[in-house]
């Protein structure tokens, strides 16, 4: 079985003021199928910020990333063939699939409280631009 092991360039999975997210997988690249691996790459634009998030692999890590002034790139290897990664907020947040009255009980908050933070969920982008 022949494969390709030449550059491959990611779809990118969001874009945005802040910088862009790529994710290489088994689906658009079979040679990381065989290899049982996917990858992800963060590109950061100067004094961008990622906000907090995490990768499915064994080990579990939330980072966040703040780019210098010439930006940054971070690249992963994932032992997945599938790779997912998520945000801790914005508008794929795990926090949305929460109700709000688990979130009141779980983060001991109000009623009001509980539901403006789930309305925020949406209203967040995950790479920051610098500020002006």
Known sequence: MESEIGPMIAPKVF???GGSYYIWSS????ILGQAKIGAGKLVLNPLGLALPHYADSSKIAIVVQVAGDEGMEWFSII?????????????TSLW???SPQVLQVSLNLTTE???VFSSKMNKNPILIPPPM
């Open 27 to 30: 689906a658009e690249f079979p």
């Open 79 to 91: 032992t997945s063939t599938q790779p997912f990664f998520s945000y801790l907020v914005g508008k």
């Open 96 to 98: 949305k699939t929460l």
């Open 113 to 115: 409280e509980a539901e």
């Open 15 to 17: 874009e945005g003021e």
